[in-house]
C-alpha cells in the first residue's frame, strides 16, 4: 500500500512540474514575440544629433532617458514610454 501512495505522489508531483514547465516557455515566448514587434521599426535612429538641427526644428525625446533623442514619434527603445516632442530654441 505504501509504494502505491509514495508512486502516486511522485506521478503527481511530475506532472505539476511539467505543467509548470510548459506554462512558463510559452508566457516566454510571448514576451519575446512582443519585444521584436515593439522594435520592428528600424528606420528611426535614437541617437539624434540634435546641434544639427535648426532653430525651431522638433526632435523627440524620453522623459525617463534624455540621452534617447529621435527624429520621429515612438516610444523609447529602453523604457517603452511615448517620446516628447521638444522644439529647439
Not at 522623459?63 to 515612438?74: Q, R
Not at 529602453?78 to 529647439?88: A, H, P, R, S
Amino acid at each position: 500500500m505504501k509504494k502505491i501512495i509514495i508512486f502516486s505522489a511522485a506521478s503527481f508531483a511530475l506532472m505539476l512540474g511539467a505543467c509548470s514547465s510548459s506554462s512558463n516557455k510559452a508566457e516566454q515566448k510571448n514576451s519575446s514575440d512582443s519585444l521584436i514587434s515593439k522594435k520592428a521599426d528600424t528606420t528611426q535612429t535614437f541617437t539624434l544629433d540634435t546641434t544639427k538641427l535648426k532653430s525651431g526644428a522638433a526632435f523627440y525625446q524620453c522623459d525617463m532617458d534624455p540621452e534617447v533623442l529621435s527624429d520621429k514619434p515612438g516610444n523609447c527603445p529602453k523604457c517603452e514610454m511615448e517620446l516628447t516632442e521638444i522644439k529647439k530654441k
